[in-house]
């Protein structure tokens, strides 16, 4: 698939989710970040309609939205910031860190914060946060993983990430979907 037809995809099988609400933008209440995010999403209810410079950079020029939207704003947002990586006009945010971190080798089974959350760990979390994503949105984080890897400049440690994370969720998820819809 290439890059405008992967685009097309997107804009697609993310058009028709609901803007979560002002009240439901923020998923943490520790630190300035998570309130400066609400304050500066609020009312953006059209992710079409956001720049690039302004997702690169927003909450305040910290470039850490994909870290503190709530599960619901996550993916609401979530195609804006892909639409705008592949398009190359993402220069602070990554993208790949978001979908890939959970996933990889060295973190999957690291636990978050023992004394905190237990025994749960970031393939945890991951697998919890990218529940609320269907069928073919998740083929499509798919498809944008093999893409990068295959067309971005990235590190070779870069790449290894995406095929750690691939391997050890995104794949499987798809897989599960397919099972389940029989």
């Not at 405008?4 to 439901?24: A, H, N, R, V």
């Amino acid at each position: 698939m290439n890059k405008e037809e992967l685009i097309k995809k997107i804009k697609g099988s993310f058009q028709d989710i609901k803007y979560p609400g002002d009240w439901c933008l923020r998923g943490s209440n520790e630190g300035e970040e998570p309130y400066l995010l609400e304050k500066e999403f609020k009312g953006r209810d059209d992710w079409t309609n956001l720049s690039s410079k302004f997702l690169d950079q927003a909450p305040d020029g910290f470039s850490s939205a994909l870290s503190f939207f709530s599960d619901e704003a996550f993916r609401f947002y979530l195609p804006a910031y892909i639409i705008a990586d592949l398009n190359n006009k993402l220069e602070e945010t990554d993208v790949l860190f978001h979908l890939c971190h959970c996933f990889t080798d060295l973190n999957k089974n690291s636990q978050i914060n023992p004394q905190r959350y237990g025994e749960k760990t970031w393939f945890d979390t991951g697998s919890y946060k990218f529940s609320v994503f269907n069928k073919e949105q998740a083929r499509l984080i798919i498809e944008y993983l093999k893409f990068k890897k295959k067309n971005g400049d990235l590190l070779d440690s870069e790449k290894q990430e995406i095929e750690e994370a691939l391997n050890s969720y995104w794949n499987n998820r798809l897989i599960m979907n397919e099972r389940a819809d029989r």
